[in-house]
């Protein structure tokens, strides 16, 4: 799913792997977590023509993949045409889908086709119905089995297991042995899992203190990793969901148009593709859009500097950013401090 070669290659030159790209903010799975806040309208759309650009711009770049993002990005009508032309350009196709729209076969057997090169991601965060009502607390507790079948189907249509992640995204709603069992149930049918630990300010409107119900404990989210690691058949695992490399060589466009280094950190003073091109404003923003101040480990902070792990791990700078601390600050959701005879 992942060409290595090329991101490390892209990551030593300072340049980018992926281009993360939000094409609405519309979605009805209504994760009660999600930053986009399960909007029932789009606020926020980038028009046809700026797709169509900044693709064109992320080839000039070097881009490898295209990450395909929303809300929900297969409600877009268009989002069929805008994959073929990223194909036609020589991109890997990404697709990232709470996956209740696959549930209809024609859109299951397009996005598979236009996949084939690239990823499906999923996502449901538990098996268990009660889990799942708290969760998506306006949904009925069969959109389970439909994400279920619909992956089904795409494996039954010849679609590659491993070409299928189920993204997670673990708060302190649940139990840690629920997200294990649902890790579980996963692998069992041969899926990937990308772990996500819940994000302080994904849900903005909300006062930061009720918010802290979604923050899972310290030892649960290590209990977590502790089994995630053995899926992973690695001594070691970063605390974001991808490697340090993936982090630096990737770079987002938010679906109102600004540019930031990843699509969960959602600031706004790089620029927006509204008002200049994708290619200038990278250009102009590099060193920020890759962390480069973070690629010489004197400027990790304290706990990162002597850390065993941070020739692939610096922490999520996406949770630090909500958490007040800023881009460069401390990842609070890390563990290792605490718990290092676990890893």
């Known amino acids: 799913m992942i060409d290595f070669k090329a991101l490390d290659t892209a990551y030593l030159e300072n340049r980018f792997y992926s281009l993360q790209l939000e094409i609405g903010d519309v979605c009805y799975q209504n994760c009660i977590y999600c930053y986009m806040n399960a909007l029932p309208n789009s606020l926020n759309q980038i028009s046809d023509e700026k797709i169509y ?35 036609n350009l020589g991109f890997k196709n990404n697709m990232w889908t709470g996956g209740l729209p696959l549930s209809n076969k024609t859109i ?18 538990t098996i268990d119905p009660k889990i799942h009502k708290i969760l998506h607390p306006n949904r009925n507790e069969r959109d389970i089995q439909i994400i279920i079948d619909a992956l089904k189907y795409l494996l039954d249509i010849g679609y590659p297991a491993d070409q299928i992640l189920n993204s997670v995204t673990y708060t302190g709603l649940q139990p840690p ?53 053995n899926f992973m058949d690695v001594k070691h695992l970063p605390m974001n969901c991808v490697n340090k490399q993936y982090c630096s060589a990737t770079v987002a466009v938010l679906n109102d148009g ?23 404003i990278v250009n102009n923003n590099r060193d920020y859009l890759i962390f480069k101040k973070f690629k010489h480990n004197e400027n990790l902070p304290d706990d990162c500097r002597r850390c065993t792990i941070n020739d692939i791990c610096w922490g999520c700078r996406s949770r630090a950013y909500a958490a007040g601390l800023g881009i460069y600050g401390k990842d609070p959701r890390c563990f290792r401090t605490h718990t290092e005879n676990l890893f």
């Open 53 to 87: 650009n900044i693709l064109d711009d992320a080839k000039k770049l070097g881009i490898t993949a295209i990450e395909w993002l929303g809300g929900e990005p297969l409600l877009r009508k268009s989002v069929f045409e805008f994959m073929k032309y990223a194909e």
């Open 108 to 125: 299951a057997r397009k996005t598979a086709e236009l996949c084939k090169n690239g990823l499906i991601s999923i996502h449901i965060s």
């Open 177 to 229: 042995e629920d997200m294990i069992k649902t890790m579980d149930f996963f692998y069992s049918l041969g899926v990937s899992i990308s772990l996500n630990i819940y994000h302080t300010y994904l849900r903005p409107d909300m006062d930061k203190f009720w918010l802290e119900k979604f923050i899972p404990d310290e030892k649960d989210v290590a209990l977590v990793y502790e089994h995630f690691k």
């Open 258 to 280: 600004y540019v930031t280094p990843c699509a969960t950190i959602r600031e706004t003073s790089s620029g927006n593709v509204n008002n200049e091109s994708f290619y200038n």
